[in-house]
T-cell receptor
Framework: ELKVEQNPLFLSMQEGKNYTIYCNYS?????LYWYRQDPGKSLESLFV?????AVKQEGRLMASLDTKARLSTLHITAAVHDLSATYFC?????????????FGKGTKLSVKP | KAGVTQTPRYLIKTRGQQVTLSCSPI?????VSWYQQTPGQGLQFLFE???????NKGNFPGRFSGRQFSNSRSEMNVSTLELGDSALYLC???????????????FGPGTRLTVL
């Protein structure tokens, strides 16, 4: 059974600081997704990582995937209050002819001035 | 372009009833996926439809079913509702199937289902 673990689950940061959220998963997969959810809102797709070594960047967020280590990171550079949200990673798992998508529990990020 | 729309936005049902939720994707998008979000289980993937065929599926019992129409609109049905089915149900659309180069998903606002 595929397990997806995010850490930390809660993160309080000061504006201007850098930090990294980690997403570990337990079985082989080479597709990983990052999402953002604001309180009381729907999900927003952030990054799609489709191969080992993939790196994507958007503004102050950068995501990478190491399929050999079964690890993805979401790096936050010079955090600003607007980045406060919950971030989820999700890993694609092929079961037979169809694929499941397993989510981590989410990392609740709070950026304080 | 209009975004992904879901109807209804809120729904209250009682145990044993059945419910149908609807999702209209962004124009031109052929893939629709459904997700369940609860405080206890978190986010879980239900299924993905592409060109009217179920292509991917999560670990949910057969009470949860879906379909997609020729215009890409999708419905999700839950039969014999249980208290644990109370959740936010999200749908997302994308141009291509998950894992393709055009699989960036756009989410609807969700349907909040309460089962009493």
């Amino acid at each position: 059974e595929l397990k997806v673990e995010q850490n930390p689950l809660f993160l309080s940061m000061q504006e201007g600081k850098n930090y990294t959220i980690y997403c570990n998963y337990s079985t082989t997969s080479d597709r990983l997704y990052w999402y953002r959810q604001d309180p009381g809102k729907s999900l927003e797709s952030l990054f799609v990582l489709l191969s080992n070594g993939a790196v994507k960047q958007e503004g102050r967020l950068m995501a990478s995937l190491d399929t050999k280590a079964r690890l993805s990171t979401l790096h936050i550079t010079a955090a600003v209050h607007d980045l406060s949200a919950t971030y989820f990673c999700a890993v694609d798992m092929i079961e037979g002819s169809q694929g499941n998508l397993i989510f981590g529990k989410g990392t609740k990020l709070s950026v304080k001035p | 372009k209009a975004g992904v729309t879901q109807t209804p936005r809120y729904l209250i049902k009682t145990r044993g009833q059945q419910v149908t939720l609807s999702c209209s994707p962004i124009s031109g998008h052929r893939s629709v996926s459904w997700y369940q979000q609860t405080p206890g289980q978190g986010l879980q993937f239900l299924f993905e439809y592409f060109s009217e065929t179920q292509r991917n599926k999560g670990n949910f019992p057969g009470r949860f079913s879906g379909r997609q129409f020729s215009n890409s609109r999708s419905e999700m049905n839950v039969s014999t509702l249980e208290l644990g089915d109370s959740a936010l149900y999200l749908c997302a659309s994308s141009e291509g199937l998950r894992g393709s180069l055009t699989d960036t998903q756009y989410f609807g606002p969700g349907t909040r289902l309460t089962v009493l």
